[in-house]
């Protein structure tokens, strides 16, 4: 039996390609169980599709499924409704399942404004929707009654069953690395918080945070290490939760000689020194914390109540680890102004981070934002149907208005961007030999951002400074160890400035260590044809000269040489 697992569409258009395209993890999980268990599972993915229906149409034609399922949140559900449509239109019997946080959280709304949805799952999706894709297969229809944990249609009512119990041990589950290529992993479910902004408490209960063992997740970031796959995000809400366990998960990646890199969300009251050894050691390059507000206040009234010393000596621990600290911002949060931006301005100021993201504060279903307005009587759940894929905060606030809070957010860029060349040169790591290597591929990561990465191209950011930042970080980077990103990145700056023979110094030096470097030679070719020594540049491109793009160098050598 056929099977679609859909990821839609979301609303609005996004620069991040890469976080609006991917499929998510749930879908892969569900997947797992689902061909284990002998169903034929396609992930169709709307997200990276132009024309998302005319797409669809096709596949459904082609494949012919029995069951449609979506993952919806909000921001992506009038995707799921028009596909949908579109799968009834086609085969009215063809089952239509809707499952993710919107479902969960608007299950009465989804299902007044699309009659041709069957079900939907609540929660935790794996063994519930197993035993609807059983049932289907059955052709027992009438025993959808008794499947725990879905809403369905009975007799034009909207009824729902008992609640599901979690899954106690999630190693139950398939891996899905089995099956499926991805890079977000997930070593944990739930969290214990109580950010009033967020739905994860309560989607996956506030009391019961449940793990894969240390050996399930390490097996799974093996079977993706095999396909080839090196970088992985780590999507658990609070990924240092159990210190142990991650410890645990780090000596292993450590021992079975996975060599791969990751980027990780905490919170700064779950990390030490140990922790941060560790995952450092394991290729940990990034962690990121809801900082959220520099008020106090507004920080208690979100529900994050640490503070401004726990914030501040994490963001230092964490980057003296060589694992670079990203922040989270909110901003147009409830009792927001000049204030307390402010004082957010000089929080950023004194935790220094080397990256941060500022969201204007918008709320969904299932949080406790969205809770406090309907008491109030001044949200509904029809507003969802407007075509908004979330609620500004601000517009239910008398005290704020639109004005005002794009100026709070554009302050707290300008004021990041303006002082990262500071934060950069500011940055002091632990004077342990065991993590040299390591910080010298942090300082030469970090410079390649400013010399030609993501800073490089910023606005807000000077690029005299950051050509000035990164030559720096390069050059720290070289007194802690020899790394080869280091080396060419001072070559190709050099260069870049047509200072050429301080460019053939340091990629010089890289070659004695690094010989084979591809990268290395090319620029030492470049370098050596801008001062005309054609022949010596054709001794460095020669070495490659049957790899795609070198070949055109060969030929202006050979062709200067000849003239
Ligand atoms: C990691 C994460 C991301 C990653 C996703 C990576 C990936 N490819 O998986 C990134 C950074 C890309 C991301 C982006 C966004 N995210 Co996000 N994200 C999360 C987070 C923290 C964890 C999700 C997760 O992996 N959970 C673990 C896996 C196993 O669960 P799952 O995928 O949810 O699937 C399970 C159930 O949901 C259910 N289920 C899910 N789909 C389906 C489908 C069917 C048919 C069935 C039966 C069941 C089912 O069963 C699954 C297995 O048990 C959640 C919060 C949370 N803790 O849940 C927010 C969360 C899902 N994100 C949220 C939002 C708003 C977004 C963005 C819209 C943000 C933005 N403005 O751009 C984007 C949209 C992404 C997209 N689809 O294009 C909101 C959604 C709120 C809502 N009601 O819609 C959440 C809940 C956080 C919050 N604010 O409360 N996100
Ligand atoms: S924002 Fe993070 S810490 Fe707060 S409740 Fe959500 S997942 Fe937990």
Not at 11 to 32: H, M, Q, W
Not at 57 to 79: E, G, T
Not at 209 to 221: C, Y
Not at 359 to 371: E, S
Request: net charge neutral.
């Amino acid at each position: 039996m056929k099977i679609f697992l859909v990821n839609p569409k979301l609303l609005d258009f996004r620069t991040d390609e890469y976080d609006s395209f991917s499929v998510p993890i749930g879908l892969y999980y569900i997947g797992a169980l689902l061909k284990t268990n002998g169903f034929d599972i396609e992930i169709v993915n709307l997200a990276v599709q132009e024309q998302p229906v005319t797409y669809f149409r096709d596949r459904l034609c082609v494949a012919k499924p029995d069951i449609v399922a979506f993952s919806v949140l909000n921001a992506n559900r009038f995707s799921a409704f028009e596909a949908a449509k579109e799968t009834k239109q086609i085969n009215k019997n063809i089952k239509i399942v809707f499952g993710g946080p919107c479902a969960t959280f608007l299950p009465e709304f989804l299902f007044k404004s699309l009659p041709e949805l069957d079900y939907i799952v609540e929660g935790e999706g794996e063994l519930t929707f197993l035993e609807i894709a059983e049932m289907v297969r059955s052709g027992k229809n009438d025993a959808i009654e008794d499947i725990q944990g879905i809403w369905f249609r009975k007799d034009g009512q909207i009824t729902h069953t008992k609640p599901r119990e979690l899954i106690d041990d999630l190693d139950k589950l398939p891996n899905p690395a089995q099956f499926f290529d991805f890079q977000h992993l997930s070593l944990s479910r739930g969290c214990p918080g109580k950010c009033q902004f967020c739905g994860s408490p309560k989607f996956w209960g506030k009391t019961n945070v449940r793990w894969h063992s240390a050996e399930w997740f390490v097996d799974q970031i093996q079977l993706l290490y095999k396909k080839g796959i090196t970088h992985f995000y780590i999507s658990d809400d609070t990924f240092t939760m159990d210190k142990k366990r991650v410890v645990e998960v780090c000596k292993m990646i450590i021992s079975r000689k996975l060599i791969i890199t990751f980027a990780a969300i905490s919170r700064v009251d779950f990390i030490n020194e140990d922790v941060l050894f560790n995952m450092r050691k394991a290729g940990c390059v990034q962690i990121s914390f809801g900082v959220e507000s520099g008020s106090l206040k507004i920080r208690k009234n979100l529900g994050k109540p640490f503070s401004n010393e726990k914030i501040i000596q994490s963001f230092q621990l964490t980057l003296s680890y060589g694992i670079l600290p990203r922040a989270y911002f909110i901003y147009g949060s409830p009792g927001e102004t000049q204030a307390t931006i402010d004082e957010s301005c000089e929080l950023i100021a004194k935790i220094k981070p080397l990256s941060a993201i500022f969201y204007l504060l918008v709320i969904f279903p299932g949080t406790g934002l969205y809770d406090r307005l309907k008491e109030r009587g001044l949200a509904k759940d029809e507003i969802w149907e407007e075509k908004i894929e979330d609620i500004p905060w601000f517009d239910f606030d008398s005290g704020l208005c639109f004005e005002d809070v794009k100026l709070f957010g554009e302050n707290l860029r300008r004021v990041f961007y303006k002082n990262l060349d500071k934060f950069a040169l500011d940055i002091k790591l632990v004077n342990n030999s065991e993590l040299f290597s390591e910080h010298a591929k942090f300082l030469s990561r970090l410079g390649i951002t400013f010399s030609h990465g993501e800073y490089a191209e910023n606005k807000y950011v000077d690029n005299w400074d950051n050509k000035f930042i990164a030559e720096k970080l390069f050059i720290k980077a070289l007194e802690y160890s020899h790394e080869l990103d280091a080396y060419l990145g001072l070559g190709m700056l050099y260069q870049k400035k047509g200072k050429f023979n301080k460019a053939i110094f340091f990629l010089e030096k890289g070659l004695g260590y690094f010989p084979d470097s591809y990268d290395l030679h090319l620029c030492m070719g470049l370098c050596y044809m801008n001062i005309n020594e054609f022949r010596i540049a054709l001794n460095f491109f020669n070495k490659f000269k049957d790899e795609p793009g070198m070949q055109q160098y060969v030929n202006i050598c050979n062709q200067r040489i000849e003239s």
